[in-house]
Nanobody, 114 residues
Framework: QVELVESGGGLVQAGGSLTLHCAASTSIFSFNVMGWYRQPPGKQREWVALITSAGNTNYADSVKGRFTISRDNAKNTVYLQMNTLKSEDTAVYYC????????WGQGTQVTVSS
């Protein structure tokens, strides 16, 4: 069974930065795509960013230019560097990994105070 463990969330002031980590229990080479999603309070889960096994990236318009997704294959870890955080970035952030199945982490809370 694949496990994804997120870490790095917390409370930060608007304009600040955080880096989220997603550590996989298996080689991330086994996944075609890994990504980050978030669920703001009272809203549905939404896609934030993805990175393919080839290293290609894509971002939601709301975070483009502020967030950067990256991967360290040796550490089986995917990162989400979040800069210039806004109050609307407040959410539970989830890591996702896909091959023939989709796997989710337990989520990490990010709270941005204005």
């Amino acid at each position: 069974q694949v496990e994804l463990v997120e870490s790095g969330g917390g409370l930060v002031q608007a304009g600040g930065s955080l880096t989220l980590h997603c550590a996989a229990s298996t080689s991330i080479f086994s996944f075609n795509v890994m990504g980050w999603y978030r669920q703001p309070p009272g809203k549905q889960r939404e896609w934030v960013a993805l990175i393919t096994s080839a290293g290609n990236t894509n971002y939601a318009d709301s975070v483009k230019g502020r967030f950067t997704i990256s991967r360290d294959n040796a550490k089986n870890t995917v990162y989400l560097q979040m800069n210039t955080l806004k109050s609307e970035d407040t959410a539970v952030y989830y890591c996702n990994a896909q091959n023939r199945r989709s796997f989710w982490g337990q989520g990490t809370q990010v709270t941005v105070s204005s």
